[in-house]
């Protein structure tokens, strides 16, 4: 069984990337808005378009939104992962609640 702890980390990380990619720099932008994905195989996230198809491995576990978080003032990418990671916990449990029975 794969290390919660360890999946909170990667998925906190792969949030922060899409979200100031998408919303805070503008670069690597995707159609509509980015999505979180989960490769139940690989035990590994990702993000793209939420208008990609998911495939046969693959859930999608949630869509960001421009304004997702209140104000982030000059917080940085690591600022957001570390917040998602310590204290983000209804986000964390939404997910799990989308992968649980995957892992």
Not at 25 to 42: G, H, L
Not at 64 to 77: P, R
Request: charged content about 25%.
């Amino acid at each position: 069984m794969i290390n919660q702890i360890e999946l909170r980390e990667r998925f906190s990380k792969i949030f922060a990337e899409a979200y100031f990619c998408q919303y805070i720099r503008r670069e690597n932008v995707v159609m509509n808005d980015p999505a979180v994905v989960f490769d139940y195989k690989s035990n590994t996230f990702s993000w793209g378009s939420s208008l990609t198809p998911n495939g046969n491995e693959t859930v999608h576990v949630i869509t960001l939104e421009e304004g997702f978080f209140e104000d982030l003032g000059d917080s940085s990418q690591e600022d957001l992962a570390l917040f998602i990671e310590s204290a983000a916990d209804d986000l964390w449990r939404e997910v799990m609640s989308k992968i649980s029975d995957m892992i």
